[in-house]
């Protein structure tokens, strides 16, 4: 008896739990289970379909795993008649459970190829719309948007319109991080020296989060920026706002920003230099085009009083410095 | 035979298997760590593999590698390998002096070898193409390095057992070591020609 | 003057001990105990045991204990992080920054991660091979009991290093991998990476011995007739696992040689710029990293495999498969470490092979939970404690596992990567996959190494406490993880809803916590009322394998009669046998074993100290410490002989003793 009050207060404590956590999941919002794109739409029918497919696998285990933890259990008075303990392989049932895994994951893997190359990040996403390039830069501990077309740059914000296809195209100017806007879809490195790409579509008009995904020092944990998907009007209206900002970004003013930040606030740039994001991928890569006042900047930003070596006197004693 | 006597020439036997089994061990025991260097090598051998065109405006490894100066270097360390081979030939023979003599010649040809590669490091970092310089010459520099810092670390060992042999005599235990040393060697000399080939050659070539 | 000491010093200065209150509070608390521990060895006059006894000691049962003490001390340790980060993380949402500034916030989960693998998992593994593996293979060795004192004295040297960060200077704020370029002097001009570097570096060396002392073991010691074939699944699995650690942990030495030459020589592997490359070292870091995993996992497969086998008394079932199983796992391993990173942008060519490289290592591993669950089949099962973790283990991993090939499909990966579901995820992974297995292990084995068993009860309570713990701390996470909660956050904004889940993970941290003390409890409860659970037959499961052949606990020499084995589960099969055969009086033989030595701690200390002065650009005094090192090893392989012979007399003297000792009990 003491028992049976005991497994059912444990069954009753659960069943609460459940229903709290299937009530709480229901008002909260879950951003990758909820897409507004078609990118992330894709992407969590990937979710799914795998998951139910593993639940071939879960199902048989837990119940086979129960069932035999309770029949052969010491207790039962008719374990000690089933008992055999020569029965040690069976060649038939581990062949069964050698192919049976094995089928599952050849279709898993099909799925794998397919969508690998259907959701490549680099891929451009059909649509009867034009594509919009988007530069992005992570900075320490900011996101900077340049809309090359459009002459524009803004910082910790990023607009288009709704059924674009927008091209991402990413690199840091600081540590790696990760870009990701779950609601639109996956995330992609950001890396110095070198560019990643990654084409999404809000099918959605809303203001989405976006994150930095991978650690990039002290102010990491805020790196946040806003993505808005508006009408294109509404997007024509904000490009004429950016454009009356007073703020240009010049090679002068871009270095500024290389200085750590946690200033989360929106700036606007009008007026953005050419070529101005490929010169700050290509400095990594060339010697001679890191300049050496903001390196010089950076540097005593971070540098503790315990160590004074660093990597920036290497650039600076390069021969072809001066170009 | 005695009872007793039987029972501690058993005895005897049962100490000299387990003594071989021992030596057996330590000689598994050594080609598995040669494994485990020979891994440490190929991750260096790939990190020069995917750093040896980034040399960030500075000099690729056909402005700087002096091929004859290279060529000298490999044929000491070959020389070197075979008289070490011959070393523990006549440490298998119990020729106390001949090992001596042998071993001196290896450690010589050993050491030239090393101090010819310090020279010729030293003449490229005063050429201001150190390890600094560029990715390229920074795997460089730790590839070959590395080779050089195996093979100081197996002139201390042959110094070492030189002293040693000089002192006592070639039981087998000591022959055991000498074979393990001459394994050290020779791999370091096979690991020497894939440098040669892949860093040396290939690079004076420009693939 | 004081220039030049300050030169003498590197750049160690009063500025490195701690100032703030936390840091401090922490460092007196790892003194006050360090301090508490000297005292009371002192006051009880041991120091002169624990020397002759225990530290010097080659007997693999007793440095794998002490393995198990340091895992366990460093359990609570990395688990005083956890709470930390879950109070932190509960806490730090709008307008409120928590209890720990950020920078300390990035030092507290880069040891937590670094310890946990490192000095927990690895010692719970290292500790268990070397309690039992000897004595599975009938050997009363390993193959090289002096390396396998070095390396438990460097595994020992490097966990010094990473919690002497705590007072002196600071520790690595860049994850437990420290990717560069963030982890560059550029990024992090502090001490804090190197200290990282060198912990690992020099308990990393001492893991590659072990790793070949334990390879040669297995196929140089087994016991007479025991063909590999025959081998017990836990030694299988210990080949499997020591196989990766030769092959991988090559790649991680060299690998933290490079990053730190980057450090101090200004060479340019991973810089940005300067034609360094930092998705190299990614790439270098899982090709160690990966197969690391299975490194700590394949030897708590091998536990679950004895325990399951012993507690259903029956065979081990579809044991070839198992063999197999292990083999393709070790082969796999190293062909996926590009999962970790689908998102840096590789091509979908290469993202798609290795995600279905990944999915393929399900199929083994499958097999191996199916032969679990059919090895209890029709079985007699005994629910033990050790049982008890088995069964919670398949549950858990088999839902981690599914998490796992789920983030195996790239595009699916790019939603999942870096968030709290892949902490979820891989923390279900290892902390079922390992720590269960090891906790079932300590269970299972520690009567052989102590002669009684672990109290039941508080075994039981402490089990429910991980299990209902890790589900109320975990799955919280994965549901956080789709809300695009990315992982290693010091701060919020409270908009977004996630601080209720983040206050109930850390109550499932606390319940953890607490299992975690009624463990403790239970060794204390156990040690004292030890009388009632002596083990006088030696075999207290009922077991299967050699170990439970010899007396409990397992005397010095493991066993006066080398056993001859003509079969898989050799005990088991032995005691199946008629008496009188058994019963055949053998004469007792010499015995020959190593000589207890310190030199495997001096060079462990001369490791410590080197790692310490390059940290701290201490050059001179590094130099030295690398000359005593290289005097002591010319020393210690200067001597032909290191063995002591126990005389077939005494032997025979202690197990008469023992035998009357069981008589009178």
Not at chain 2, 152 to 180: C, E, F, P, Q, Y
Request: aromatic share 14%.
């Amino acid at each position: 008896m003491n028992k049976k009050v005991k497994f059912s207060f444990i069954g009753l404590v659960c069943l609460a739990v459940l229903l709290t956590a299937a009530w709480y999941l229901h008002r909260t919002n879950l951003p990758v289970l909820e897409p507004k794109g078609q990118v992330g739409h894709q992407e969590l029918d990937l979710i799914i379909f795998g998951s139910v497919l593993s639940l071939v696998v879960i199902v048989p285990v837990f119940m086979l795993l129960f069932t035999f933890a309770w029949r052969y259990r010491e207790g039962n008075p008719r374990a000690k008649e089933r008992y055999r303990p020569e029965l040690d392989h069976s060649i038939a049932t581990e062949t069964i459970w050698w192919l049976i895994p094995s089928a599952l994951i050849l279709v898993l893997s099909i799925v794998t190829w397919n969508s690998s190359h259907q959701l490549d990040p680099y891929r451009p996403l059909a649509s009867s719309a034009k594509q919009m390039n988007i530069q992005v830069i992570a900075l320490d501990w900011r996101w900077l948007f340049i809309y090359p077309e459009q002459h524009v740059a803004s910082m910790n914000f990023v607009q288009f319109p709704q059924n674009t296809p927008v091209d991402f195209t990413i690199t840091s100017d600081a540590p790696m991080n990760s870009f990701w806007i779950p609601q639109l879809g996956g995330q992609i490195y950001a890396m110095p020296g070198m560019t990643t790409q990654l084409h999404l579509i809000a099918s959605h008009l809303g203001e989405f989060n976006g994150y930095s995904a991978n650690i990039s020092g002290k102010g990491f944990a805020d790196m946040t920026f806003v993505a808005k998907s508006s009408t294109p009007g509404g997007f024509n209206n904000w490009v004429r706002t950016v454009r009356q900002s007073h703020q240009k970004l010049s090679e002068e003013t871009y270095n500024k920003l290389l200085q750590p930040s946690e200033d989360h606030s929106v700036i606007y740039y009008s007026n953005v230099q050419n070529g101005l994001f490929d010169a700050e991928v290509m400095k990594y890569m060339v010697p001679g085009l890191m300049t050496g006042t903001d390196n010089q900047l950076r540097i005593t930003q971070r540098t503790s009083a315990s160590s004074h070596q660093s990597h920036s006197s290497t650039y600076k004693s390069m021969p072809g410095m001066s170009t | 035979m005695s009872q007793e006597a039987e029972a501690i020439a058993i005895e005897h036997l049962r100490h000299d298997t387990e003594r071989r089994a021992a030596s057996e061990k330590t000689l598994f025991g050594f080609w598995v760590y040669l494994m485990t260097d020979c891994v440490l090598f190929a991750s260096l051998f790939a990190t020069y593999a995917v750093l040896h065109h980034n040399t960030f405006g500075g000099p690729s490894g056909k402005q700087i590698f002096d091929m004859p100066y290279v060529l000298t270097e490999t044929l000491l360390l070959l020389t070197s390998s075979f008289t070490c081979g011959l070393g523990v030939l006549s440490a298998r023979r119990r020729d106390k002096r001949l090992v001596l003599v042998l071993f001196g010649i290896t450690l010589l040809l050993g050491a030239s070898f090393l101090g010819m590669e310090l020279s010729e490091f030293r003449n490229l970092a005063l050429a201001g193409n150190s390890w600094r310089r560029s990715g390229f010459l920074s795997s460089y520099f730790t590839l070959v390095g590395t080779h050089g810092l195996h093979i100081a670390i197996g002139l201390l060992w042959m110094a070492v057992m030189m002293v040693r042999v000089k002192r006592g005599h070639l039981s087998d235990n000591m022959v055991k070591r000498l074979t393990l040393l001459s394994l050290f060697w020779h791999f370091l000399d096979v690991i020497w020609i894939f440098i040669f080939t892949i860093v040396y050659l290939m690079g004076a070539l420009g693939v | 003057m004081i220039g030049a000491f300050a030169n003498i010093l590197g750049r160690l200065t009063l500025n490195a001990f701690p100032h703030d209150p936390i840091t401090i509070g922490g460092a007196v608390f790892m003194v006050g105990s360090f301090l508490a521990v000297m005292g009371m060895v002192t006051y009880f006059k041991r120091w002169k045991w624990l020397w002759k006894d225990w530290f010097t000691s080659l007997d693999p049962k007793k440095i794998g204990v002490m393995y198990m003490v340091v895992a366990l001390v460093m359990l609570v340790r990395g688990g005083i992080d956890a709470l930390m980060m879950r109070a932190q993380q509960a806490t730090s949402v709008g307008a409120s920054h928590g209890i720990l500034s950020s920078n300390h916030f990035q030092q507290v989960f880069s040891a937590h991660g670094t310890i946990m693998i490192f000095f927990v998992a690895m010692g719970l593994m290292f500790g268990l091979i070397n309690l039992v593996l000897p004595l599975q293979l009938g050997a009363r060795d390993v193959a090289f009991p002096f390396l396998n004192s070095m390396a438990f004295w460097l595994f020992v040297a490097g966990m010094i290093l990473v919690n002497l960060s705590l007072f002196i200077g600071e520790f690595s704020a860049a994850g437990w991998l420290a990717y560069p370029p963030l982890s560059e002097l550029h990024y992090s001009p502090g001490v804090g990476v190197d200290y990282w570097i060198w912990s690992l570096q020099i308990a990393g060396i001492g893991s590659l011995l072990s790793g070949i002392n334990f390879l040669v073991t297995i196929f140089k010691m087994r016991a007479p007739g025991m063909t590999l074939m025959k081998m017990p699944m836990f030694a299988w699995s210990v080949l499997g696992a020591m196989t990766l650690v030769i092959f991988a942990f090559p790649i991680l030495t060299a690998t933290l040689a490079l990053l730190f030459l980057d450090r101090i020589l200004g060479t340019h592997f991973f810089t940005a710029g300067g034609g360094g490359n930092a998705m190299m070292y990614v790439n270098l870091i899982w090709a160690w990293g990966h197969p690391e995993v299975y490194i700590l996992i394949l030897p708590a497969f091998g536990v679950f495999s004895e325990v399951v086998a012993t507690f259903s008394r029956k065979m081990l079932f579809g044991y070839k498969s198992m063999v197999w199983a292990i083999w393709a796992i070790v082969f796999l391993s190293f062909t996926v470490w590009l999962h970790h990173f689908f998102t840096m942008g590789a091509g979908a060519d290469v993202n798609a092979f290795f995600g279905i490289m990944t999915m393929i290592i399900a199929i083994p591993t499958g097999v191996k939970i199916f032969n679990w669950l059919f090895t209890m089949y029709r079985g007699n099962i005994h629910f033990a404690t050790p049982m008890l973790w088995f069964l919670g283990f398949i549950v858990l991993f088999t839902i981690g596992g599914v998490a796992g090939v789920l983030m195996a499909v790239p595009p699916a990966d790019f939603q999942f990567h870096n968030s709290l579901f892949l902490v979820a995820h891989f923390h279900t992974m290892i902390v079922s996959g390992v720590l269960f297995g090891d906790f079932a292990g300590i269970m299972y084995w520690f009567p052989k190494v102590f002669g009684f068993r672990l109290n039941e009860r508080l075994g039981k309570y402490a089990f429910f406490c991980w299990l209902v713990g890790f589900i109320l701390a975990f799955v919280p996470l994965y549901i956080l993880g789709l809300m695009g909660a990315t992982r290693r956050l010091d701060h919020y904004s409270a908009s977004l809803g996630w601080q209720p889940l983040f206050i109930v993970a850390g109550v499932g941290a606390l319940i953890i916590a607490l299992g975690v003390a009624l463990q403790i409890l239970q060794f204390i409860v156990s040690f004292v009322l030890r009388d009632n659970t002596r083990d006088n037959t030696g075999d207290p499961w009922n077991g299967r394998t050699l170990e439970w052949s010899t007396p409990s606990p397992a005397p010095f020499y493991n066993f006066a009669h080398i056993p001859e084995v003509s079969t898989k589960d050799a005990f088991w099969a032995m005691k199946q046998r008629p008496k009188n055969e058994k019963d055949k009086e053998l004469p007792y033989h010499d015995i020959v074993l190593p000589q207890n030595t310190g030199v495997g701690v001096y060079i462990a200390a001369g490791a410590f100290l080197f790692g310490f002065c390059m940290i701290w650009h201490i050059f001179w005094l590094a130099a030295l410490s690398l000359l005593g090192i290289i005097i002591l090893a010319v020393i210690r392989t200067s001597r032909d002989s290191h063995e002591q012979v126990v005389s077939a007399s005494m032997v025979e003297r202690i197990e008469a003793e023992r035998l009357r000792g069981g008589e009178a009990v």
